[in-house]
């Protein structure tokens, strides 16, 4: 089972988006600084996951994430300042 995974930076209020075959333990190795993508934008919060079967569904939803259309999708969700 393969998760995507938004994440909220609660220092600059940006998203990060991945995922990850165990997100409990990806979340933490973001908010210790082991991500070079989130290093410096911790503490982090996860917004919201989605479970999928393989691997292949898993990375077509995090690309449509980091989309234009999936970044104005979050806004509209969160109604937030997500760039």
Do not use: C
């Not at 220092?11 to 082991?34: A, C, M, Q």
């Amino acid at each position: 089972m393969y998760s995507v995974y938004i994440l909220q930076s609660l220092k600059d209020n940006k998203t990060y988006v991945g995922f990850s075959s165990d997100v409990e333990r990806r979340f933490k190795e973001h908010n210790l600084g082991r991500v070079r993508a989130t290093k410096y934008r911790q503490p982090l919060k996860i917004l919201f996951t989605e479970e999928f079967e393989n691997e292949q569904e898993a990375k077509k939803r995090e690309l449509y994430w980091k989309s234009g259309a999936g970044r104005r999708k979050l806004k509209k969700y969160f109604n937030d300042n997500i760039d």
